[in-house]
């Protein structure tokens, strides 16, 4: 059974930072490429970061050098450092390991940035 779990959500200031971690198990996680996604009530999914199974990474450009997305194969577990947090920052975010067609998705974490 594949299972994603993410934590480290929570409310913070605008300015502050938070850490999410998502750990996987049911998959060979080295392999899978790793993403985090971000959804507001209403609105679709959107990817705010990917990292590569080889580590390459790409960003939205709303989070770019702001957000690091990082990877630790030997605890299957991916990382998103969010610093200088927005309100506009504000959503569920969502865990991603894709691999060819094969996709699964943890269950959110909640971020809220607001003072």
């Known amino acids: 059974q594949v299972q994603l779990v993410e934590s480290g959500g929570g409310l913070v200031q605008p300015g502050g930072s938070l850490r999410l971690s998502c750990v996987a198990s049911g998959i060979t996680f080295s392999i899978y490429n790793m993403g985090w996604y971000r959804q507001v009530p209403g609105k679709q999914r959107d990817l705010v970061a990917r990292i590569t199974s080889l580590g390459s990474t790409n960003y939205a450009d709303s989070v770019k050098g702001r957000f690091t997305i990082s990877r630790d194969n030997a605890k299957f577990t991916v990382y998103l450092q969010m610093n200088r947090l927005q309100p506009e920052d504000t959503a569920i975010y969502y865990c991603?390991?894709?691999?060819?067609?094969?996709?699964?998705w943890g269950q959110g974490t909640q971020v809220t940035v607001s003072s």
């Open positions: 991603n390991a894709l691999l060819a067609s094969t996709n699964y």
